[in-house]
Nanobody, 121 residues
Framework: QVQLVESGGGSVQAGESLRLSCAASGSIFRITRMAWYRQGRGSQRELVAYITSGGSTNYGDSVAGRFTISRDNAKNTVYLQMNSLKPEDTAVYYC???????????????WGQGTRVTVSS
């Protein structure tokens, strides 16, 4: 199993930036992609971005151009740099480690506590 610890959330004003971190431990050898998801109040959980083991990235339409996902393999950590934050980015952000056969759209397993991001106008 893979253990994940998310951090970096907080409260900011619109237009400001935050960087989220997700540290992985355990059976990291099976990880092929790392992904960030978010769930706002009253909304369904949505995919924010993911990065492959080779460094390829993919973003949700609502964050493309503002958010950047990256990884530090030496630290087994994935980051989500969030710039130009908007009130609609307010959500709990979750990190997921995906294996080769895992669906990005519907990842298996339970969800952690996540890290809360609040953006005020």
């Amino acid at each position: 199993q893979v253990q994940l610890v998310e951090s970096g959330g907080g409260s900011v004003q619109a237009g400001e930036s935050l960087r989220l971190s997700c540290a992985a431990s355990g059976s990291i050898f099976r990880i092929t992609r790392m992904a960030w998801y978010r769930q706002g109040r009253g909304s369904q959980r949505e995919l924010v971005a993911y990065i492959t083991s080779g460094g390829s990235t993919n973003y949700g339409d609502s964050v493309a151009g503002r958010f950047t996902i990256s990884r530090d393999n030496a630290k087994n950590t994935v980051y989500l740099q969030m710039n130009s934050l908007k009130p609609e980015d307010t959500a709990v952000y979750y990190c997921k480690a995906l294996g080769r056969s895992d669906s990005v759209a519907n990842p298996p397993g339970s969800w952690g506590q996540g890290t809360r991001v609040t953006v005020s106008s």
